[in-house]
């Protein structure tokens, strides 16, 4: 079964950057063949997809994040990364990668802070 390990979070000054990322691990071809996705989730509220790539290279963004931010991937390495510029205070939230579909399980994500 595949696992997803999130990293490179932290507390940064609004205008600031961060960028993320996250390893699949697991047996098979876990990473590859499928569409993936950067999600956060905020206090109190529903996790939310800001982000995906296909295994093409086609990405897609939220309106929120539409031009700040940037998702790429790299297959031979099964790495997702998330690069976050323009930075605002409503960035603030854990951030998780997992799959469009199937979904596989949650990591434990990583702690975005924009605040000055």
């Known amino acids: 079964q595949v696992q997803f390990v999130e990293s490179g979070g932290g507390l940064v000054q609004p205008g600031g950057s961060l960028r993320l990322s996250c390893i699949a691990s697991g047996s098979g071809n876990i990473f590859r063949p499928y569409i993936m996705g950067w999600f956060r989730q905020a206090p109190e509220t529903q996790r939310e997809l800001v982000a995906r790539i296909e295994s093409d290279g086609t990405t897609y963004y939220s309106d929120p994040v539409k031009g700040r931010f940037t998702i790429s991937r790299d297959n031979a390495k099964n790495t997702l990364y998330l690069q976050m510029d323009s930075l605002k205070p409503a960035d603030t939230a854990v951030y998780y990668c997992?799959?469009?579909?199937?979904?596989?399980?949650w990591g434990q994500g990583t702690q975005v802070t924009v605040s000055s």
């Open positions: 997992n799959r469009i579909t199937p979904r596989g399980p």
